[in-house]
């Protein structure tokens, strides 16, 4: 059994996985299509346009479509996918 700062760890992994370090609008999340990005937790992310889709790690044991986009924030922009993605799980 994991201890409660493994789980903590793997937990803040996950959660920064899923966030960029600026604000990219959909527009521009499109313009990188087939490219992959860096995440805050270190990783990387691949985005991948299928069928006016924008697929996130498209390729993986995991991935995700993005269904809404451009939710402006103060601190910057969310877009919703479908999917919670693991750092492992990568193309």
């Given amino acids: ?3 409660v700062d493994a789980n903590q760890s793997t937990l803040i992994d996950v959660l920064l996985y899923h966030v960029f370090d600026g604000s990219v ?3 521009a999340a499109i313009a ?8 805050l937790n270190g990783g990387t ?3 991948d346009l299928a069928a006016s889709e924008l697929i ?5 044991n995991r991935q995700a479509t993005v269904t809404i986009t451009d939710v402006l924030c103060a601190n910057g922009v969310i ?3 479908d999917a919670v ?3 492992a799980d990568s193309p």
């Fill in 85 to 87: 993605l693991d750092p």
């Fill in 25 to 27: 609008l959909s527009t």
């Fill in 79 to 81: 877009h919703v996918i």
């Fill in 56 to 60: 996130l790690n498209l390729g993986g």
């Fill in 32 to 39: 990188l299509d087939g490219q992959s990005v860096d995440m």
């Fill in 45 to 47: 992310m691949s985005l």
């Fill in 1 to 3: 059994m994991q201890s």
